[in-house]
Antibody, heavy 118, light 106 residues
Framework: QVQLVESGGGLVKPGGSLRLSCAAS????????MSWIRQAPGKGLEWVTY????????SYGDSVKGRFTISRDNDKNSLHLQMSSLRAEDTAVYYC???????????WGQGTLVTVSS | SSELTQPPSVSVSPGQTASINCSGY??????ASWYQQKTGQSPILVIY???KRPSGIPERFSGSTSGSTATLTISGTQAIDEADYYC?????????FGGGTKLTVL
């Protein structure tokens, strides 16, 4: 079955960096757009970024533009999010999510918690 | 950037129909999707392309649009439907989520 497993979350100080990874299985990874969507504690969903299936079309939300970088390795069925200049407001559960064109975002991984605090 | 507006909360009695609206000026030009998130769980897709249900989603979930408003309707609401619901749409190359609606089944 389709599975997305995030890793790399943890506690980081303001201004620091962190790299999240997502291991995909159960589908042809190179056929799908992928996205990171986050949820701050007790808050709603916020789209962070997406990357197209071959990695040459990328878009970022305004709140992370210039600080976060999404990438993918289709040979290893993996998605990554390099986060730098982290702020307290970046504290959230980060979900790795597959996007099927016209189908919506599904499925979602279990999420990995990033906490930015001194 | 585009915004999608949802009511913060909706209450419904078991067996009744719950409707959750999502309004945004772009909804007349783009598809809406809906996601269900139960406490402590990851979201799941329940409606895409305004009215289509993914496999495995019960028939009591339906979607519709009128003008710039998308609506998620749950017919014969059950206690297991108690969750947060989020609408989502595209605005050019950006993804927008509504603020979420907490559905309480009383």
């Amino acid at each position: 079955q389709v599975q997305l497993v995030e890793s790399g979350g943890g506690l980081v100080k303001p201004g620091g960096s962190l790299r999240l990874s997502c291991a995909a299985s159960g589908f042809t990874f190179s056929d799908f757009y992928m996205s990171w969507i986050r949820q701050a504690p007790g808050k709603g969903l916020e789209w962070v970024t997406y990357i197209n299936n071959v990695g040459n079309t990328i878009s970022y939300g305004d709140s992370v533009k210039g600080r976060f970088t999404i990438s993918r390795d289709n040979d290893k069925n993996s998605l990554h999010l390099q986060m730098s200049s982290l702020r307290a407001e970046d504290t959230a559960v980060y979900y790795c999510v597959r996007y099927g064109s016209g189908w919506g975002f599904a499925p979602w991984g279990q999420g990995t918690l990033v906490t930015v605090s001194s | 950037s585009s915004e999608l507006t949802q009511p913060p909360s909706v209450s419904v009695s078991p067996g009744q129909t719950a409707s959750i609206n999502c309004s945004g000026y772009k909804l007349g030009d783009t598809y809406a999707s809906w996601y269900q998130q139960k406490t402590g769980q990851s979201p799941i897709l329940v409606i895409y392309q305004n009215r289509k249900r993914p496999s495995g989603i019960p028939e009591r979930f339906s979607g519709s649009t009128s003008g710039s408003t998308a609506t998620l309707t749950i017919s014969g609401t059950q206690a297991i439907d108690e969750a947060d619901y989020y609408c989502q749409a595209w605005d050019k190359s950006a993804v927008v989520f509504g603020g979420g609606t907490k559905l309480t089944v009383l």
